[in-house]
């Protein structure tokens, strides 16, 4: 999926530049989800000039599923996350870039006439993504479904229960 702005007059001219994408039009995002439901939105919006650079915002919102790690069923997760980048001209550029050390909402990125911004958006996407997630109430999650699952298990006692009761008794 592509989505090509000219990112230096964005940031000179101060625009707002958004878009809504699925998981399936985010090949490298995608690789990591359990399914291809929920959305990112992003947007670009013209920072004019950071310490004698073009700079530019990016914020993303959405929501994606990942694979809970207790039983193994897609558990929503929340993506967001906001940053003012620094535009450099080429590599060698943004190399020469140093980040402020107190500026942890700063970064620099290779700009360009025809930069993509959904591909942007899926790379923070993919920074703020949890390496793990799992249900609140995972126990819950997983038992509210086991009689469709197993039409026999609720007649038995439930050795996780048990095990639960245990260990709320200390
Ligand atoms: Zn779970």
């Not at 090509?4 to 985010?26: C, M, Q, W």
């Not at 995608?30 to 439901?37: M, Q, Y």
């Amino acid at each position: 999926m592509a989505h090509l702005v000219d990112i230096f007059e964005v940031a000179r001219r101060g625009t707002r530049v958004e878009g809504t994408l699925k998981p399936a039009e985010l090949p490298e995002l995608s690789k990591l989800l359990a399914n291809e439901e929920g959305r990112l939105s992003y947007a670009a919006e013209g920072e004019g000039d950071r310490r004698g650079h073009p700079a530019a915002r990016l914020s993303i919102e959405g929501e994606v599923f990942l694979t809970c790690t207790h039983c193994g069923k897609p558990v929503a997760v929340r993506l967001e996350s906001e940053a003012v980048f620094l535009l450099a001209r080429s590599e060698e550029e943004a190399n020469a870039m140093p980040i402020e050390e107190d500026a942890e909402d700063e970064d620099v990125v290779v700009g360009s006439k025809r930069f993509n911004l959904a591909e942007w958006a899926e790379e923070e996407a993919i920074l703020t993504l949890p390496s793990a997630a799992r249900h609140d109430a995972c126990d819950e999650a997983e038992w509210a479904q086991t009689p469709d699952d197993e039409p026999e298990a609720p007649k038995r006692p439930n050795p996780f229960a048990a095990l639960a009761a245990l260990k709320t008794k200390k």
